[in-house]
């Protein structure tokens, strides 16, 4: 005997999925703590080594890859990123969706 499963399609974004407030905000500073979490790999660098890098501690670095990053601003987290050596770009453009509000979206460049 088989059972049907329900699937429902998110929207790309977690946060919102679940109704958590400020979803969209979570979900930015999720993906740039990601790419620092990727970074940090690449670099074969330890929680220590990170904490030094972007002035903190090792284990604020711990509880943020570990996802408790809500604390922190997005202005802080890119700041993070700087640290990295990356340049953090902010782009405006029109919607291409007139009369919808527009999205914030992240980007990385792997390089």
């Given at each position: ?8 399609v998110g ?24 790419e620092i ?36 601003s997005v ?37």
């Open positions: 005997m088989t059972r049907k499963i329900r699937v429902e929207s790309g974004n977690v946060f919102a999925d679940l109704g958590l407030p400020d979803a969209e905000s979570h979900f930015l500073k999720a993906q740039i703590v990601s979490y990727r970074l940090t790999n690449v670099r074969k660098l330890t929680q220590a080594a990170v904490g030094k890098l972007i002035g903190t501690t090792q284990p604020e670095v711990s509880r943020m890859f570990r996802g408790h990053f809500r604390e922190y202005e802080r987290l890119m700041g993070f990123l700087t640290a990295f050596d990356r340049d953090v770009e902010i782009v405006v453009r029109p919607r291409k969706r007139a009369g919808k509000p527009g999205r914030i979206t992240f980007t990385a460049d792997a390089a």
